[in-house]
């Protein structure tokens, strides 16, 4: 089965930027959608943002405006900038690619924004 790393966590002051970046150790064929979730602590994980194969993209309401996801099927990677960051935006952030019948995922990245 592939894996995915992910990368680009790191600890930022509130409005500060990173760019969190996933890749796949190998060739994920027939990709419908690759996406990014988030888990804070206590909480329950959501989906932050997600993109299609044909480049629609879907945001949650409390990232809109701030967050950008970008994919390249063809090197099965997935990107999201994140900007304005805010201390609720602190999770461990797991990237996704879905190629039917399965599901991918990586291990998590720790962002930490601090007030």
């Known amino acids: 089965q592939e894996q995915l790393v992910e990368s680009g966590g790191a600890l930022v002051q509130a409005g500060g930027s990173l760019r969190l970046s996933c890749a796949a150790s190998?060739?994920?064929?027939?990709?419908?959608?690759m996406g990014w979730y988030r888990q804070a602590p206590g909480k329950q994980r959501e989906l932050v943002a997600s993109i299609t194969s044909g480049g629609s993209t879907n945001y949650a309401d409390s990232v809109k405006g701030r967050f950008t996801i970008s994919g390249d099927n063809a090197k099965n990677t997935v990107s999201l900038q994140m900007n304005s960051l805010k201390a609720e935006d602190t999770a461990i952030y797991y990237c996704?690619?879905?190629?039917?019948?399965?599901?991918?995922w990586g291990q998590g990245t720790q962002v930490t924004v601090s007030s």
């Open positions: 190998g060739i994920i064929y027939s990709i419908t959608a």
């Open positions: 996704n690619i879905v190629g039917p019948p399965v599901r991918y």
